[in-house]
Every structure is written in C-alpha cells, then in structure tokens.
C-alpha cells in the first residue's frame, strides 16, 4: 500500500471517530443522573420552543430527550402537530425521526380531533402533507367537525382554483 492510500485510510478512520465522539457527546446530553433530569415538561417547553422559533438544530439537539415527545400542551398539541403547522419541513423531519424511532403512531388527535395531517392540510403546507403521508399517516382520519385531511385538501385545491379562474382577480370589471 502506497503513502496516499494510507493517508487517505488514516483521514477516514479520523473522520470516524470524530464522527462517534461527535455522537457519543450527543447520547450523553440526556444521560445525566435522575436528580439532575429536567422534568419532561421543561424539555417539551424546550422542544415547542424550538419548533416555534424554526430552531432545527435546537430541536436536533433536544430529540434525545424522545419521551418528551409524547407530552402535549393544554390543545392536545404534540410537537408532531406544531411541526406540522410550519412552512419548514426540516422542523417535521427531526420530529418524525425521534416519533418512528420509539414507534409513535402519527394518528394521535389534539383535544379537537386533528391529526398531524390535518393541521397540514389547513394551514396548506404541501412539502408537510407529503412528508407525512410518506411516513404513513392516513387521509382518512377524521377531526370533530368530521373533516378528514383528504376533504380539507380537496377544499383547499378547489378554493385555490376558484381564486386563479376568478375575473375579480385581475381588479373590477368595467
């Protein structure tokens, strides 16, 4: 083996293991002793924040803090459902790792029976509806008012061509 190949191998295994040191600090953020925890609901605090604020890698930082994912605020918001909500898609993403890597289902309803999707599918956020419907939420769910993701997006698409075809568009007639 030539030097520029070992070189290239030793650059490797540096990025390696500065990539699992990088990791192993990451674990150990949510590793401390129980008595110096904070409580789940400091962290959700933390969590929401951070997905309000568009903060992904605040929210990255706090996804080892997973059971935190679980809580839900007085509308029964997880921050599946505020994630959801947001034009940024990243927010969603970082969410949906930490829900599927503890097997949370997407279909948990807020207090008024929305799931994820249809938050999504209200507040019109396409990239979202996509990215939820890949990781298998269901259009069919649906809220209190018995709208289902699937009707709110066909209403939404008919407003939208409702507002491109009217005449009213391009200013009043005369």
């Keep these: 083996m030539d030097d520029l190949e070992q070189d290239g191998i030793n650059e490797e295994l540096i990025e390696f293991a500065i990539l699992e040191s990088i990791q192993d600090a990451y674990k150990l953020q949510?590793?401390?002793p129980a008595h110096r925890k904070q409580s789940n609901s400091e962290n959700f605090t933390k969590i929401m924040t951070a997905i309000n604020k568009g903060d992904v890698a605040a929210?990255?930082?706090?996804?080892?803090c997973a059971s935190a994912f679980r809580e839900s605020d007085s509308r029964g918001w997880l921050p599946l459902h505020a994630a959801a909500v947001l034009p940024k898609t990243e927010m969603l993403h970082v969410v949906l790792q930490v829900m599927l890597s503890m097997d949370m289902t997407l279909e948990k309803q807020t207090k008024d029976g929305d799931t994820?999707?249809?938050?999504?599918?209200?507040?019109?956020?396409?990239?979202?509806?996509k990215l939820l419907l890949q990781h298998g939420a269901s259009p069919h769910n649906t809220n209190s008012r018995n709208e289902s993701p699937l009707l709110i997006g066909s209403t939404i698409a008919l407003l939208h061509r409702q507002d491109v075809h009217s005449p009213h568009k391009s200013g009043p007639l005369i």
């Excluded at 929210?59 to 080892?64: D, E, F, I």
């Excluded at 994820?116 to 509806?129: G, H, K, M, R």
């Design 30 to 32: 949510c590793s401390v």
């Design 59 to 64: 929210l990255q930082a706090l996804s080892c």
């Design 116 to 129: 994820a999707l249809t938050l999504a599918a209200e507040a019109d956020q396409v990239e979202n509806i």
